[in-house]
């Protein structure tokens, strides 16, 4: 299977161990640094982004959507314990905002950090007009048999021009609009917390035909929990972050919470083609089938079943 829009994991440099010189010496790794949604045959939209900018490694308040950062004391905030599901570690200090008497942790970490706010129209919402190119082999070995999902043709300017649809089922190209509507989804809905889609393929090639007949047959769906918009396991999204050095050579970030259309591909395929040996097995097989159940019952002369020779 090959997407046009494939991505490639990033590769980091561990953090060394204390004691050691390094650049990554008293550095706060995060999963935002290490990790990067990864998979076969699936590709990822970006259709909207919350964005902290100049995030910088120091100490802050953790986010008071953090309820292991509530505290009333600094006693709540016991130094070098990392916050649960947070952003940093705690540095022993109850930080409140004036006269309320429930506070949050300071933290270590990269601050200031990322506030949970969502942007009511998704940022990328002209998304739904860009285009992918889904180019799908299959093999069966049996019959010495492959297929591509491109339609066999000299036309250089075919893949410029076609776009898959009811009256263009043989083109590869997909306009990501018409895949989520196809779903029975509205993709500016889907767009403004992400969903999962399915891309089905499905070759059911009769292979006494011609080669020509064989082709693929798509279906489209979703995936992801569409009943329950307003539960936690609904959408779609992941963090990742860009690092930066400013002229006296101390890093910052950039942490982007991106919202997107993840499309998975999958591909199934079936060939059949008539041969004359199995043809042959099977109804030598029935006929002696046939033959065994036709045969007469064995009449037996009572007077010969004794154990002994003589007779009554």
Not at 158 to 163: I, N, R, T, V
Request: aromatic share 10%; hydrophobic share 35%.
């Amino acid at each position: 299977m090959l997407l046009t829009t494939s991505s490639h994991p990033r590769h980091l440099t561990p953090a060394r161990k204390p004691g050691n010189e390094g650049p990554q010496e008293g550095r706060r790794m995060s999963l935002n640094s290490s990790l990067v949604p990864q998979g076969e045959n699936v590709f990822f939209v970006v259709t909207n982004l919350i964005v902290t900018p100049n995030q910088r490694q120091e100490t802050c308040a953790e986010s008071e959507s953090i309820p292991d950062a509530w505290c009333y004391t600094d006693s709540d905030c016991p130094p070098g314990e990392p916050v649960v599901a947070g952003n940093g570690v705690k540095t022993g200090r109850c930080l409140r905002v004036g006269n309320m008497q429930r506070g949050t942790c300071e933290i270590f970490a990269w601050c200031p950090v990322e506030t949970k706010s969502r942007p009511l129209k998704p940022l990328l919402g002209k998304a739904e007009d860009f285009t992918v190119y889904i180019k799908n082999f299959i093999r069966f070995p049996k019959f010495n048999f492959s297929k591509t999902n491109v339609l066999d043709t000299k036309d250089r300017a075919f893949l410029k021009s076609c776009q898959f649809g009811p009256k263009n089922p043989y083109c590869p190209i997909f306009r990501l609009g018409s895949v989520v509507s196809w779903t029975g989804s509205n993709f500016q809905e889907i767009a403004l917390q992400g969903g999962v889609i399915g891309i089905q393929i499905e070759w059911d090639c009769d292979l006494d035909k011609a080669p020509s007949e064989c082709n693929p047959h798509y279906s489209f769906s979703r995936l992801d929990n569409i009943f329950s918009e307003n539960s936690i396991s609904s959408g779609y999204n992941f963090r990742f972050a860009k690092y930066y050095r400013d002229g006296a050579g101390v890093e910052f970030r950039t942490l982007m919470k991106a919202y997107g259309i993840r499309f998975d591909v999958m591909v199934n395929g079936k060939a059949g083609k008539f041969s004359i040996i199995p043809t042959i097995i099977n109804i030598g097989s029935g006929v002696a089938l046939m033959g065994a159940v036709s045969t007469p019952p064995l009449h037996l002369n009572p007077l010969s079943t004794g154990w002994g020779g003589g007779s009554c």
